[in-house]
């Protein structure tokens, strides 16, 4: 064999078994999101129903009349003073208008130890929902966020506020912020997503399957379609 012939044998065979790399690398390449081959693989674990909502979790909105049956439960890991929670919050909302009365809505609390003022506006809404208020205080705390949000000062007397305003029991709000139980309550949120694996907010979950980190209305409506059979 000439030595120039063996040269041409050697490329050829390095061709041949770089292509063939090449081809299992395609084979074995993630489906782009969307794709058939996205929908056939595996679904992700599905979080335990036990941890993810508890007899006293807070519901924004429930499913009703016959949507009951669909028993779509949409579970969000929160934080009060979060800003991506803040620029979550429009997309939640547009979910719970397009989808009112066919699901459920749940939050659950997650203050993030580095925010001085999370847990004191968890405990806050906490004491508003223990007034009925659980709503018109979850919108309250995300529309100022700004104006009281990544303060190193106490934000308590401005939460006292909110509840004024909405017209609670002052005293009574004041009371129920500030009562130890209610700490725990939250914090009794917080050790269920620990639990879970959640590791910042938000962390929201389809019935019981982990969405992508801040995922958008097309991403959660697409979700909650496919659970409620659309």
Do not use: K
């Amino acid at each position: 064999m000439t030595r120039n012939l063996a040269i041409t044998l050697v490329l050829i065979i390095g061709s041949v078994v770089a292509l063939g790399i090449f081809a299992y690398s395609v084979d074995r390449a993630p489906a782009p999101p969307g794709s058939s081959e996205a929908a056939d693989s595996p679904s992700p674990s599905i979080a335990p129903e036990e941890l993810l909502v508890r007899e006293n979790s807070h519901y924004l909105s429930r499913a009703e009349g016959a949507a009951e049956d669909a028993d779509v439960t949409v579970v969000e890991f929160l934080d009060f003073e979060c800003e991506a929670c803040r620029a979550q919050f429009p997309v939640m909302e547009r979910l719970r208008e397009e989808y009112d009365g066919r699901i459920n809505f749940v939050i659950r609390y997650f203050p993030l130890p580095g925010h001085t003022n999370s847990e004191p506006a968890a405990a806050a809404v906490e004491a508003a929902a223990q007034q009925g208020a659980l709503e018109e205080m979850y919108i309250r705390m995300y529309e100022t966020q700004a104006e009281w949000g990544e303060s190193q000062d106490s934000q308590t007397d401005v939460f006292v506020g909110f509840a004024d305003d909405l017209g609670l029991d002052v005293e009574e709000f004041t009371a129920t912020m500030e009562d130890p139980a209610t700490l725990e309550r939250v914090r009794a949120d917080f050790e269920d997503g620990v639990a879970l694996g959640v590791q910042g907010t938000p962390t929201i979950y389809v019935n019981g399957r982990q969405t992508d980190s801040m995922p958008s209305y097309r991403v959660l409506s697409d979700m909650i379609d496919r659970e409620l059979g659309a």
